[in-house]
């Protein structure tokens, strides 16, 4: 079978209650993305990132997984490693579904991080500015997400995986976000991959993609996913 790179967005996990940027009642609506998503904004004032993130970690860990990561799941199961799978999403649904090796290029959620010596690890539900590192002890725990301004994770084996890919999917996702915007005209141009966008409109980069289904997640996800399974078999 030939070598798959799909990278999912904030659509993905709407449909499970997790908003997406662009929800006029949800919890972004509600800060300022400069004082709770940037460096800066964690500086200043630590205590009301952390009420930020808390709130985001207790709503995506009452979510569950839709029909759309189940799908990727099967597909994985069926591809094996020849399944690169890139999130842009720091809620771990992917994982509760069945998928195995998922990389968060925004970090994640469910994990802490030091400012100051940089160890990771599991983040408890609730989490406060003097918490202490685990590793340094020094009171500088921060969530493990990419803020604003700071480089994405996971890049080097990102573009590894897209310079050798038959197939590049984006699902969910804007793809307006640097560097996340340019992962197809990679695929295209270097690997000459065949690229397919999944999204409830089309994106804003004309002839970018070879192959569009539209539609909400739950449903066109799925329905891709059964007909790319029956034609590979």
Sequence with gaps: MERVVILTGAGVSAESGLGTFRDRDGLWTKYDLNEVATPEGFARDPSK???????????????EPNAAHHALARL????????????????????????????????RLDRARCAACGETWAAPMAM??????????????????????????????IETALASCQLFVSIGTSGTVWPASGFVARASFYARARTMEINLEPT??????????????????????????????
């Design 128 to 157: 406060h500015h003097a918490d202490p590192c685990p590793c340094c002890g020094r009171p500088a725990t921060r969530p493990d997400i990419v803020w604003f301004g700071e480089d994405v994770q996971w890049m080097e084996e």
């Design 204 to 233: 804003g980069v004309p002839g970018a993609f070879t192959d569009r289904r539209l539609g909400p997640a739950s449903e066109a996800v799925p329905a891709w996913v059964e007909e790319y399974l029956s034609r590979a078999g």
């Design 76 to 107: 994985g199961q069926a591809l094996g490693d020849r399944l690169f799978l890139v999130t842009q999403n720091v809620d771990d649904l992917h994982e509760r579904a069945g998928s195995l090796g998922v990389v968060h290029m925004h970090g």
């Design 49 to 63: 990132v952390h009420e930020f993130y808390n709130a985001r970690r207790a709503n995506a860990a009452g979510a």
